[in-house]
């Protein structure tokens, strides 16, 4: 059996988020009636000019930034022609030869926890473009429907090199470019409206040759677990395919997500011949030094240098500086944490944000953002719990109730329903002589070398201070009585 | 450089301009002409000259990002050959 290797590049359409479109002046808020937002620009009416927008330009320059790419001081619109009822110019404008941006590389994660590998994934390009309308193909007595109203929203094509061995490897490439742009605020990221679209080229080639193989391309994958999904399909059909001895034949293939299967599309022989050329009506567009520098000092600090920080001054692992710094919500929630709890409790605060309250998130389908416990609250609590005030089982407790909103603060949840850990050495032997007294059985089984019966003990004497003891001290104390 | 025949039936379906053989045998010998002529203008030495991408050397204006227009679609769809519910209606397109 031949061993294959699989190879993935991804292109990926990030819809910015502008106030108006790239070219006109329409709105680009979703989920308008049809063709509201579409003005004579946008319907390509006779005699129009397009007029760049300069929000569109500042989010290229952003994210140039934000992948150490080289932001060009010169680019050029061009036409790309092709005709779609949706596409009412004839052409899209789009990027070809001068792209706005060149180069530039994102860091993915492989693997999980410990065993986790960094693996830098190398960017192409990225261009400046305007999206098309949309084709209703229901029913209107056999017409189709044409909606222009995202005609003209600005999109930034996002290209990467041929550098991805896998599906999974795929889907942390498009989750940490997902991450990114929403964190340097260029894109809302909102899959099911379309604002974040990933094509996927992929091709396979016996392990150790050089040649790639011959690619096709799944258009559209509008959720990480489609692109999963598609690119696993798609690999062992090739693979199926060549092994039957049939060859691959470029193609553009769409994935369906009922069947899960992939499938050709209708080939059209002149679908790549799109006849590029620099668009009249734009001149060339220049970016200088300056308003690249102005919007440098304007960026957020970048998920790579939080990392770096979380685990120089907190003390995290490398995974969990990872974790924490997933999007620039979850690094900023930990960070009003730690605020509160205090640095030496960096730890607990990261456990604290990635484990319970990322599971009780999870548990009601919340997001972060509609958290009912604040960032505040939860420093609050686990400064408690560095201050032995309360233990790990109790803050459990209060953190719940933090939840349901029983108090405003955990200090108050923690007075209110007197919750206080005992450390007092005097009462917590007050309480375990009378759980020996009242378990003499079990006390008698121990001393007979049965050390469960140690065990139930603890449990009782816990049970006693109503689960307020320090669980440790508890035992020592037990010990001692008993030893 | 020249064209055939079939590049000229080529470029005009792309361009879905419907041509009759005798309109691609005249556009063959035109676009011939212009050709021998940027043949002639590649005599020209150009190195070290930059490529300009527009005739005009100048660079493109920006527009603040602001929405300027609003809703105008009954104008625009007033002299559309059919609507329905917002929609401009084609002939269907199946992809």
Known sequence: MKQWEVVIGIETHVQLSTQSKIFSGSSTAFGAEPNVQANAVDLALPGVLPVLNKGAVECAIRFGLAVDGEVAPKSVFARKNYFYPDLPKGYQISQYELPVVVGGKVAIQVGQGDAATEKVITLTRAHLEEDAGKSLHEDFHGKTGIDLNRAGTPLLEIVTEPDM????????????????????????????????????NVSVRPVGQKEFGTRREIKN???????????????????????????????????????????????????????????????????????????????????????????????LSAYDAT??????????????????????????????????????????????????????????????????????????KVFEALWSGEGQSADEIIE???????????????????????????????????????????????????????????????????? | MSLTLEQVRRVAHLARIEISDAEAESTLGHLNGIF?????????????????????????????????ETNRRDAYQAVAPETEAGLFLVPKVIE
């Not at chain 1, 990114?180 to 909102?190: A, M, T, Y």
């Not at chain 1, 677990?225 to 193609?251: K, M, N, P, S, T």
């Not at chain 1, 567009?285 to 960026?299: G, H, K, P």
């Not at chain 1, 484990?355 to 548990?363: E, F, I, Y």
Request: aromatic letters at 6%; one cysteine or more; charged letters at 25%.
């Open chain 1, 165 to 200: 061995r896998s599906s999974a490897e795929a889907v942390a490439y498009a989750r940490a470019l997902h991450a990114l742009v929403r964190w340097i605020g260029i894109c809302d990221g909102n899959m099911q409206e379309g604002s974040f679209r990933c094509d996927a």
């Open chain 2, 36 to 68: 021998s002529l940027i043949e002639e203008m590649q005599a020209v030495d150009t190195r070290g000259v930059e490529p300009m991408a527009h005739a005009q050397d100048l660079a493109q204006r920006l527009r603040e990002d602001r929405v300027t």
């Open chain 1, 323 to 396: 974790t924490l710094t997933a999007s620039l919500e979850v690094a900023d929630f930990y960070e009003a944490t730690v605020t509160v709890a205090g640095k030496a409790a960096a730890k607990p605060c990261a456990n604290w944000v990635m484990v319970d309250l990322a599971a009780r998130l999870n548990k009601d389908g919340k997001e972060l953002a509609d958290s009912p416990v604040s960032a505040e609250q939860l420093g609050g609590l686990v400064a408690r719990i560095a201050d032995n005030t309360i233990s790990n089982n109790i803050a459990k």
């Open chain 1, 416 to 483: 209110k329903q007197g919750l206080k850990q005992i450390t007092d050495t005097g009462a917590i032997e007050a309480l375990i002589d009378g759980v020996l007294a009242a378990n003499a059985a079990m006390v008698a089984e121990f001393k007979a070398g049965k050390e469960k019966a140690f065990n139930a003990l603890v449990g009782q004497a816990m049970k006693a201070t109503k689960g307020k003891a320090n669980p440790q001290q508890v035992n020592e104390l037990l010990r001692k009585k008993l030893g």
């Open chain 1, 221 to 315: 994958l509008n959720s990480f677990r489609f692109l999963q999904q598609a690119i696993d399909y798609e690999v062992q059909w090739q693979i199926a395919h060549i092994e039957d001895g049939g060859r691959v034949e470029q193609a553009t293939v769409l994935f369906d997500p009922d069947t899960g299967e992939t499938r050709a599309m209708r080939s059209k022989e002149d679908a790549h011949d799109y006849r590029y050329f620099p668009d009249p009506d734009l001149l060339p567009l220049l970016i200088d030094r300056d308003w690249v520098e102005r919007t440098r000092a304007a960026m957020p600090e970048l998920p790579t240098a939080k990392k770096q920080r979380f685990v120089a001054d907190y003390g």
